[in-house]
């Protein structure tokens, strides 16, 4: 427990610390790096199978395995963003810093609180709660397209929580009462009617929309205003996946695998699910490659890893759940990077579009390389940390006959090549006099280079990744 608690409130202690930013800046960045590193030790030391209760109020932790992951990854970005935001706060919203920093830390919180909740209840409270929250990080520039986008965010999320999360969560309780994940008071022990049981799969696929499922994934790319950090630490980690760890959890604790299985090797009972994925990943895959905004590019582009994410659990087995989580860790890692790549070309160039950075590439070779890396990561190119997740869904989804969803896979990856080849293929042009070369700031320049050691060194904790969810005991 005192593992855990660490990591939970090491985003809040940080902020004790805000003060400090305005006598000695410095100091404020060093502290909160200790202390997220610190939250990185403490998540690797959090035992498995963590519980605690307050049953009066229905409130449950569970830190389960994929809990443990999910702190892991949580941890690290964090400490990365800290890095990265060093530099791009001098020049973004000086005023507003206090404000940018209180709310990203209390959001990680929140974030730490959903991945490990013990119930259906605890998730969804923690789920809600994270939406208000995440509300004034993509307002931060307080301009009437951030003040839009804003608003389009919560109209996609807390609606479709509201109006479909909650009314699949009060129907699976009437049906199996409380559910505790890890009881094994499941749909599957209970023997809930298929058709049902589709129609409440269907419900918290689409319901959950912060994992961006057609007809409620514009909110992401629109909140392309949202500051770099933002972009990187939340809507790559914080936000987006809370949805994906959440679909996963439902899926083992409160379907069971097998009875997902059942149900999506029926069409009409949960089938068609894998086509609305899989045309919501080709459709965003699409957009993302005729996008001129490098940052609406690639938050397209999250949309349709999300699809593939959520077509691994649908595929009902262990392994698919595997490459799940794996894929939430490896394209958390690329995509982040690739969000602070955009941060730095509106900071030092002051433009995210494709056409304009075009002819300053060939002065940003090293960045180029940087969006190659993480891009080809992103697509599965082989031995970069995105070829393990991606391999292993498209060899489970082959093996499970799923072969729409490894279709969807294939087109969507052949795809995503395309919208990375644009941007990088300038690079290669001869240099233009009229553009001088700007040097990277220094801690832009460190959080890429240790996001490219985490993508090409991932076979070092890949199996260790696979050994946990594997191995280890529920």
Not at 190 to 196: E, F, S
Not at 304 to 318: C, N, R
Not at 349 to 372: E, G, H
Not at 412 to 438: C, E, H, L, Q, R
Request: charged share 10%; hydrophobic share 50%.
């Amino acid at each position: 427990m005192p593992y855990f608690i660490i990591v939970l409130l090491a985003p809040l202690f940080a902020l004790a610390f805000l003060p400090f930013k305005e006598k000695n800046r410095n100091l404020f960045y060093l502290i909160s790096l200790l202390i997220s590193i610190a939250a990185i030790y403490a998540s690797f030391k959090v035992d498995v199978n963590l519980s605690y209760s307050i049953p009066s109020i229905g409130f449950a932790i569970l830190v389960d395995k994929y809990s443990c992951v999910f702190l892991s990854l949580i941890s690290c970005t964090w400490f990365i963003s800290i890095v990265y935001s060093f530099e791009f706060t001098k020049y973004h919203f000086q005023e507003k810093k206090t404000r940018f920093f209180f709310y990203l830390n209390s959001l990680l919180t929140i974030v730490i609180l959903n991945a490990c909740a013990g119930n259906l209840m605890t998730l969804f409270a923690f789920y809600v709660i994270g939406i208000p929250l995440s509300y004034p990080l993509i307002t931060l520039r307080g301009n009437r397209v951030a003040i839009k986008s804003g608003k389009k965010f919560l109209k996609q999320t807390l609606f479709p929580s509201f109006l479909i999360f909650l009314p699949a969560l009060l129907v699976t309780q009437n049906l199996l009462g409380i559910v505790s994940f890890g009881s094994g008071n499941t749909f599957a022990q209970n023997h809930v009617d298929m058709t049902l049981g589709g129609v409440l799969l269907a419900m918290f696929v689409i319901g959950i929309s912060k994992n961006c499922v057609l007809p409620f994934h514009t909110w992401l790319p629109k909140t392309k205003t949202a500051p770099a950090p933002v972009s990187g630490l939340i809507h790559s980690v914080g936000t987006v996946k809370t949805g994906s760890i959440a679909l996963v959890k439902i899926a083992i604790y409160v379907f069971g695998l097998d009875y997902i299985h059942d149900l999506t090797t029926n069409f009409l009972t949960g089938g068609w699910l894998i086509c609305l994925c899989g045309l919501t990943a080709i459709y965003t895959a699409y957009r993302a490659l005729i996008s001129d905004d490098l940052k609406q590019r690639f938050a397209f582009s999250t949309v349709g890893q999300l699809s593939y994410i959520i077509l691994a659990i649908l595929i009902g087995s262990q392994t698919g759940v595997t490459a799940a989580m794996l894929h939430i860790v490896t394209h958390a890692i690329a995509k982040s990077c690739l969000f602070y790549v955009a941060g730095f070309y509106n900071s030092v160039y002051k433009t995210t579009s494709v056409k304009t950075i075009a002819p300053i590439m060939p002065q940003t070779r090293f960045v180029a390389l940087v969006v190659a890396i993480c891009g080809l990561s992103i697509t599965g190119f082989p031995f970069l940390a995105g070829y393990y997740s991606k391999d292993m869904m498209l060899t489970e989804e082959w093996n499970a006959h799923y072969y729409a969803s490894a279709i969807f896979l294939i087109i969507g990856s052949i795809v995503n090549i395309f919208y990375i080849i644009g941007p990088v293929k300038s690079a290669f042009k001869v240099k233009d006099p009229n553009y001088i070369a700007k040097p990277i700031p220094l801690t832009m320049l460190a959080t890429f280079v240790i996001s490219i050691i985490l993508i090409i060194g991932s076979n070092f904790y890949v199996s260790r990744i696979i050994e946990i969810l594997i191995v280890t005991s529920k």
